[in-house]
């Protein structure tokens, strides 16, 4: 499957007239369900764009193609030139600096909006480190899904009313 992911995706940067260094692909799990494509390139503006539209738009393409090729349904995440990586280092020191104001003022935090896929790397970042005192919860639905950071022991106050319900 990591050959037919590399050929697959070193062809498609080609085509696009993009020239990159030897593509790696890495396993991601045990299942060989989710691979990152790990592209190094001069040209990773034109990868990533504006806030990922462009990144987004070839990781849905390229999980189509492997469908149409393997057909198994897998998840790939394309890292350019560590692009990944150092936004992820800095949403985690964000969230530390959050972690450190929730139990400085003993008072949950409601996050900003984050999607899905950000929420989960918030929930295991908080989660490996293995703090006790400190858990993390998703609250709404949807768009309207927030993540909050709180204090173990200590339930989180929402204020709702009747006309809400």
Excluded at 60 to 76: G, P, Q, T
Excluded at 133 to 138: A, L, N, R, V, W
Aim: aromatic share 12%; with cysteine.
């Amino acid at each position: 499957m990591i050959n037919e992911i590399k050929l697959l995706a070193q062809e498609f940067f080609e085509k696009l007239g993009i020239n990159t260094d030897p593509i790696e692909v890495i396993n991601v799990d045990n299942s060989n369900t989710i691979y990152n494509i790990i592209v190094k390139t001069t040209e990773s503006g034109l990868i990533i764009w504006q806030n990922w539209k462009n990144l987004d738009s070839i990781q849905n393409i390229l999980k189509i193609m492997l469908w149409n090729k393997v057909w198994e349904k897998i998840k790939i995440h394309i890292e350019v030139n560590d692009y990944i990586k150092t936004k992820d280092d800095r949403l985690f020191d964000f969230i530390k600096t959050k972690i450190e104001l929730v139990k400085k003022t003993k008072k949950d935090f409601c996050l900003p909006f984050y999607s899905a896929y950000e929420r989960k790397k918030i929930h295991w970042f908080i989660s490996d480190m293995n703090n006790t005192s400190i858990y993390t919860k998703s609250i709404w639905e949807w768009k309207e899904r927030r993540l909050h950071i709180c204090l173990q022991g200590k339930k989180l106050e929402l204020d709702i009313d009747w006309d809400d319900i």
